[in-house]
């Protein structure tokens, strides 16, 4: 069984470019969550996908987006760049609607000059 | 909206001593209360949960209990050791219904176990 896997672990950006971030979810799980963790912080959730679907949001602008694949694998998108985008942004997965436990990534950690 | 708060000054305790970390929510009493660890750099990892109607839960050295009335859940890790040293995070769901992926965290209060 492979757990939570995220790319890139590291990643420097500039103010107003474009970024996508990856998340492949452990075997068996259909659900995905993402999370933004500034340091010294917990983690803030960003939104979910249940099978494809946006299933809630955060208190996040648009130009935060995501997409979740049919082999649930999940993609975040960060458009227009800010230095507070500066932050670990974590990839959970979980199976069904519920929220019981989340089995989080090592994160991608990103930083926009 | 909810809002949680964990004790934000780093707690220092012996080894082998009780360590006892704090969780207040502020609103709505949500069905379960989850803690995970975190270890710099890396993703949290899930403890243990515990439902509203549960007083108390127990895995090997760790114990939470759960007071809807104080609106308070204590973690407690027994025998402590430096391994144990880390960030612990409480998390509730985030809008009274289960039904939802949304998690809302503490802050994290920083445990260091001296040997």
């Known amino acids: 069984e492979t757990g939570v896997t995220q790319s890139p672990t590291h990643l420097i950006k500039t103010r107003g470019q474009q970024v996508t971030l990856r998340c492949s979810s452990q075997?068996?799980?259909?659900?995905v969550s993402w999370y933004q963790q500034a340091l010294g912080q917990g983690p803030q959730f960003i939104f979910q996908?249940?099978?494809?679907?946006?299933?809630g949001r955060g208190n996040f602008p648009p130009r935060f987006s995501g997409l979740q694949f049919p082999n649930y694998s999940s993609e975040l998108n960060v458009n227009a760049l800010e230095l507070d985008d500066s932050a670990l942004y974590l990839c959970?997965?979980?199976?069904?609607?519920?929220?019981?436990?989340?089995?989080f990534g090592p994160g991608t950690r990103l930083t926009v000059t | 909206s909810q809002k949680i708060e964990q004790n934000s000054e780093a707690l220092n305790i012996q080894e082998g001593k009780t360590a006892t970390l704090t969780c207040n929510y502020t609103?709505?009493?949500?069905?379960?209360l989850q803690w995970y660890r975190q270890d710099p750099g890396r993703g949290p990892v899930f403890l243990l949960l515990?439902?509203?109607?549960?007083k108390e839960k127990r895995k090997e050295r760790l114990k939470v209990t759960f007071d809807t009335t104080l609106k308070q859940s204590l973690f407690h890790i027994t025998a402590s050791q430096p391994a144990d040293s880390a960030t612990y995070l409480c998390?509730?769901?985030?809008?009274?219904?289960?039904?939802?992926?949304?998690?809302?965290f503490g802050q994290g209060t920083t445990l260091q176990v001296k040997p």
């Open positions: 996908y249940y099978r494809e679907e946006e299933n």
């Open positions: 609103n709505y009493s949500p069905a379960y």
């Open positions: 998390a509730l769901v985030g809008d009274g219904s289960s039904n939802t992926g949304k998690l809302i």
């Open positions: 515990i439902r509203e109607n549960e």
């Open positions: 075997s068996g799980h259909n659900t």
């Open positions: 959970a997965s979980s199976t069904g609607l519920v929220t019981y436990e989340q089995y």
